[in-house]
């Protein structure tokens, strides 16, 4: 039904971008206190959008030949193991560079999977449904989800020990 694949998406979405927040409001302080210097964290994020862009039409590529699910578990398998790489660092430059290659493309593959699932799915039910309305709900329940996890990633986890937010995401 409609409502299932509506649950699944808002679930989907929201348990993969709170993964995204919680490290998020200390990644930076966690790199740092890796030994990372900001020049060091500033190549991180060049390496990160500069993949992103690369990999971002090949992502869908990907998804629209081997399935929107695959295309979504691959998605999660690289981007966690570009963080447990980050985790298990010790301050080398050269984890530093493959996590952000690894998490930009996690991060890619994501890019548009779960929304032509959900397009897909729901235009085989019933071509009408307000789709702009569904996205909106998800939009919301993304921003109120990234405040609070934001707070719980920096307040909480990251107080007790700035790794704790890199393992959680």
Not at 131 to 141: A, T
Request: charged share 15%; aromatic share 12%.
């Amino acid at each position: 039904t409609i409502n299932l694949i509506k649950y699944k998406f808002y679930t989907i979405q929201a348990l993969y971008n709170l993964g995204i927040v919680i490290f998020s409001a200390s990644f930076y302080l966690y790199l740092e206190a890796l030994g990372h210097n900001l020049s060091e964290i500033s190549l991180f994020i060049s390496v990160f959008w500069i993949i992103s862009l690369i990999t971002e039409i090949p992502s869908g590529i990907i998804s629209d030949t081997f399935g929107r699910r695959k295309t979504m578990l691959l998605s999660c398998l690289i981007r966690a193991l570009g963080l447990f790489l980050l985790f298990f660092s010790k301050g080398e430059l050269e984890y530093l560079i493959i996590g952000a290659i690894l998490t930009s493309v996690g991060e890619s593959l994501k890019s548009g999977t779960l929304d032509s699932w959900l397009v897909e799915s729901i235009n085989r039910i019933n071509k009408d449904e307000n789709l702009e309305k569904i996205f909106s709900i998800n939009g919301i329940i993304g921003q109120t989800l990234g405040i609070i996890g934001g707070f719980i990633g920096a307040q909480f986890l990251g107080n007790i020990n700035l790794s704790y937010p890199v393992i959680a995401g």
